[in-house]
């Protein structure tokens, strides 16, 4: 007689186990996770040919003249910035009788190579000079001035020709 107790007990047993491995097994809904992992940008490192200058070798560099203010040129091979301070010279001449001093622009057609895009002309004469590319014959000159509060004033256009255009402009007057 102890036998079947036992063995009905071992049967429940293993039913009870299988219908809980069933239910335990059966498919549920689940939603879908995706984990995505940024990483960080890698840093960008520049490799300059001259650090020196922050340039490389062919490019635009800027070399201080007392004449021209800054000239244009192009750094070399040995890391120098090679800019060549030959081509056709204009001088422009500002007389001011002003008091105060007055912010001179000027711009060009075709663009001079050195030489300030504007300065200060103060009481008196004032001599800025301008250099322009080697076998420049033409240009067109647009000079304008600061006249305290009633704003910016144009001299009129000046158009320079010649074989080559080197020469003295002037002298402009500021007159307010």
Avoid at 15 to 25: G, N, P, Q, T, Y
Avoid at 84 to 105: K, M, P, R
Wanted: with cysteine; charged share 15%; net charge negative.
């Amino acid at each position: 007689m102890h036998r079947p107790i036992h063995a009905f007990t071992s049967i429940f047993w293993i039913a009870l186990v299988l219908c809980m491995a069933a239910i335990s097994c059966t498919k549920t809904n689940f939603e879908e996770v995706q984990v995505v992992q940024e990483l960080p940008e890698h840093e960008t490192v520049f490799l300059m040919d001259c650090e020196e200058l922050d340039l490389n070798i062919g490019d635009t560099c800027h070399v201080e003249s007392d004449q021209f203010g800054y000239v244009m040129g192009f750094v070399n091979e040995d890391c120098d910035c090679d800019a060549d301070a030959s081509g056709e010279e204009i001088t422009i001449v500002i007389e001011s009788n002003l008091f105060w001093n007055s912010n001179i622009t000027v711009q060009a057609s075709p663009s001079f190579i050195a030489g300030p895009s504007s300065f200060e002309a103060h009481s008196g004469l004032t001599l800025q000079q301008y250099l322009f590319e080697e076998g420049t014959t033409e240009c067109t000159l647009t000079v304008s001035y600061t006249c305290g509060p009633s704003g910016f004033m144009f001299f009129p256009e000046i158009i320079l020709t010649g074989t080559p255009i080197n020469g003295v402009v002037g002298p402009l007057v500021i007159d307010c």
